[in-house]
């Protein structure tokens, strides 16, 4: 098989990433938002383990006041936040939907959520640090 161009990110043994045999990723879950979203399903994910979470959100990774504000509770409590979307298409960007330099959230970018999910266990590998987080996701 021939590939006209090389993929555009860094991936598999270009990144800094390695797994071990045997190793268990954390606990990443995806919730996925919607009109009249309870804020539980958040509290729920981080009082079960939860060390990061995925928030699909609407149009660019929006999500309800209440939802939000249970958010800001589990970055709190150290659990790394991805904002991505449910949509189909398009790009989450920083500081659009939501401030996410005020809040501490990280943006997908081009990630849909099982994507940043699969980022977002790798990443915590390394740090729980959101700012560096975002650097991975900008990266990869």
């Given amino acids: 098989m021939e590939f006209v161009r090389s993929p555009a990110r860094a991936h598999t043994t270009a990144t800094p990433f390695t797994v071990a045999t045997g190793q268990v990723l954390p606990r990443v879950d ?9 804020p539980d399903l958040i509290d729920g994910a981080v009082a079960n ?3 990061g979470l995925i928030v699909a959100g609407v149009g660019d990774g929006n999500m309800t006041t209440p939802a939000l504000d249970a ?3 589990a970055i709190g ?7 991505s979307t449910r949509v189909g ?11 996410d330099d005020t809040v501490g959230t ?15 266990k790798l990443a915590l590998t390394q740090t729980s640090d959101p700012k560096r987080v975002q650097e991975f996701f900008d990266t990869y």
């Avoid at 409590?77 to 904002?83: H, K, M, N, S």
């Fill in 30 to 38: 995806v919730i996925y938002a919607h009109a009249g979203m309870s």
């Fill in 49 to 51: 383990g939860a060390k």
């Fill in 71 to 73: 958010v800001k509770r």
């Fill in 77 to 83: 409590q150290g659990v790394v936040v991805v904002r």
């Fill in 89 to 99: 298409d398009g790009i989450v960007r920083r500081n659009i939907e939501v401030d």
């Fill in 106 to 120: 990280v943006a997908s970018k081009e990630l849909n959520p099982a994507k940043a999910r699969v980022l977002l």
